[in-house]
């Protein structure tokens, strides 16, 4: 809670922007109005529509019960994964990566199919970034590369990147910033773009960026697919004129592959002019969990733990990713803290989930506790309960609860699986 | 949304006089600015005229909900994006500290302001569309991604 000219206001954890300026009106233990909220955040700061039940085996229990039939399982399995976490604060992913320790298990979340590679590459130094205010006060020059923040970041482009005025920027978007879109098809974000926009075929991004490198040396750009190179010219003379570029990568280009070109496409951008890289996270604290990770193991994601003289041993790979060990059916049990993969992954994958004892933590009742041995409902993090985040450019944020009510926080209830453990 | 030709083809287009314009067309105009109401034309209550009735209440509904200088928002299509809130140069002017950086109002002098998911209407005299020496400030409709935001 940040305290302004006699205004309380809150952060809404609805998706990796984090905006520290949302007022609420609260009467009694019900949330009244959101003012400044997009409409994704004012969804997730009214609560759910369905929360989630308090269930082992089809039954109602209570917490207690629940917590220790949790515990017995992740006790019991030899392999177990925890998985999700990017809905959770610091604190409850901390307290994951120990019990994770404690229980020799896999643990993964949603950045080992995403944007774990540019991730990793900002964290270990191989890319140039900045942070969001830096954006605001003094970019001119704003990419969003396979990303449409009008839809996965509403307040995105008003916050932070294309219409505020900043120290460096007082005109704002009308005269002193520069917004272009590259995607595969005309998004709302594109929309507002106008002729800025460069429409790209699909899977074509590593050539495009190829051609982009030849136009920004001076060369002629060798097109292997049907594009005018004029227009390939004219993102170029803009690119090269930037005093201070951002590129914006959302999910559209996330591949491994991918990254290598765009690291090679950084790297030529900072000799012609001055480019800097975010991206575009979408669960408030992917990030947060990646740097915790990173922080414990030297690894941001798909990690095994096992027990060893020394301490511990960790193991990391494409093994380890969540993908890999549902299809080679490495696992004997689950815990999913925050998340819902039994509706994003494919059928293939996820169908194994339906076959091993699982255990679903989390605030809002979804496909996988509908298949859960044991739910635990949790507190909605940052409107029930405070914390920590990271948000998607690295900054730390604090956050207090906006109502109290009786539920229990993701880490008081990974704490007490621990002592039952 | 209906303009001053599609009105005036379910007028009588007698150019009677009766409602106190000089032709239909102008009551058609002024029907579209909300200077008069679908009742000011009396020939329309005969019966021949009763279908044209239903239909030109049925065009002009949507005008009617819509503020003094015409804003109309499509609370279906908004997102609360706030690119309108900080896009509007009253905004701006009114508030440079808050919205004028990206930030939640500091004030409570700006036009547009985002509440509960969608964005609301305040202040209207304040907007560059009010009164009569208005300009035709299009700011907050170029920068929606939508379209959720319409003047008629």
Redesign the interface.
Same mark, same amino acid.
């Given at each position: 809670m940040v305290s302004?000219?006699n /205004?309380n206001?809150y952060v809404c954890t609805g998706c990796a922007l984090l905006c520290d300026?949302?007022?609420v009106e609260v009467s009694g233990d019900q949330i009244t109005?959101?003012?400044?909220?997009?409409? /994704?955040?004012?969804?997730r700061i009214r609560g759910c529509i369905e929360p989630m039940p308090c269930i082992v085996n089809g039954k109602n229990v209570d917490i207690n019960t629940a917590i220790k039939d949790a515990a017995k399982i992740l006790k019991n399995a030899d392999k177990p994964l925890i998985f999700g976490l990017g809905n959770s604060t610091s604190e409850a992913q901390k307290q994951a990566i120990k019990l994770a320790k404690r229980i020799d298990a896999f643990i993964d979340d949603t950045s080992s199919f995403c944007q774990g590679p540019t991730l990793e590459a900002i964290l270990h130094g191989k890319i140039r970034t900045c942070t969001l205010d830096d954006v605001?006060n003094r970019a001119d020059v704003i990419v969003y590369w396979g990303a449409d923040p009008?839809?996965s970041h509403?307040?995105h482009?008003?916050?932070?990147s294309y219409?505020?005025?900043?120290e460096e920027r007082q005109r704002?978007?009308e005269e002193d910033r520069t917004a272009i879109v590259i995607d595969v098809r005309k998004s709302?974000?594109a929309?507002?773009c106008g002729d800025k926009f460069f429409q790209i075929p699909l899977h074509t991004d590593a050539f495009f960026i190829d051609a982009l490198i030849d136009a920004l040396s001076g060369k002629v750009p060798n097109m292997l697919f049907d594009y005018d190179i004029k227009n390939l010219l004219k993102l170029a003379n803009i690119l090269k004129k930037a005093q201070f570029g951002i590129i914006f990568e959302g999910f559209g280009i996330y591949n491994i592959e991918y990254m290598e070109t765009m690291a090679r496409l950084m790297g030529k951008l900072n000799e012609v002019s001055n480019f800097h890289l975010i991206p575009m996270v979408e669960h408030y604290n992917m990030r947060g969990f990646n740097q915790n990770l990173f922080e414990e193991t030297g690894f941001l994601n798909r990690v095994k733990f096992k027990k060893c003289e020394k301490g511990f041993d960790v193991k990391y790979g494409v093994d380890y990713s969540i993908m890999e060990v549902l299809n080679t059916k490495k696992i004997d049990a689950a815990l999913i803290i925050g998340s819902d993969p039994m509706s994003y992954l494919p059928r293939s994958a996820a169908e194994y989930l339906l076959e091993i004892p699982l255990v679903s933590v989390g605030p809002c009742e979804n496909f996988t506790s509908r298949v859960a041995k044991v739910t635990i409902p949790s507190a909605l993090s940052g409107v029930e309960c405070g914390g920590s985040a990271v948000r998607m450019d690295g900054v730390k944020v604090r956050f207090e609860p906006i109502i109290k009510r009786a539920r229990l926080s993701d880490e008081e209830i990974l704490k007490r699986i621990i002592e039952a453990i | 949304m209906a303009n001053a030709m599609e009105i005036y083809q379910f007028l009588p287009k007698t150019n009677c006089k009766k409602c106190g314009k000089s032709t239909c067309m102008a009551f058609a105009v002024a029907l579209l600015s909300r200077e008069v109401t679908v009742e000011y034309c009396t020939p329309l209550k005969e019966t021949k005229f009763k279908k044209n009735y239903e239909k030109l209440l049925e065009i002009v509904a949507p005008v009617e909900g819509s503020t003094e200088t015409g804003l109309i928002v499509h609370e279906e299509k908004c997102f609360g994006c706030g690119n309108c809130v900080v896009a509007c140069p009253v905004n701006v002017a009114n508030d440079p500290q808050g919205v004028g950086i990206g930030r939640a109002p500091t004030n409570d002098k700006v036009i547009l302001q985002v509440e509960n998911g969608i964005v609301r209407a305040s202040n209207i005299q304040e907007c560059r569309r009010f009164g009569k020496n208005r300009i035709l400030c299009n700011l907050c409709i170029i920068t929606c991604p939508t379209e959720a935001i319409e003047f008629v």
């Open positions: 302004c000219l /205004k206001y300026d949302i007022e109005t959101i003012k400044t909220a997009c409409r /994704k955040g004012f969804s605001r009008s839809n509403p307040r482009l008003s916050r932070y219409f505020p005025r900043g704002g978007w709302h974000t929309k507002i | -």
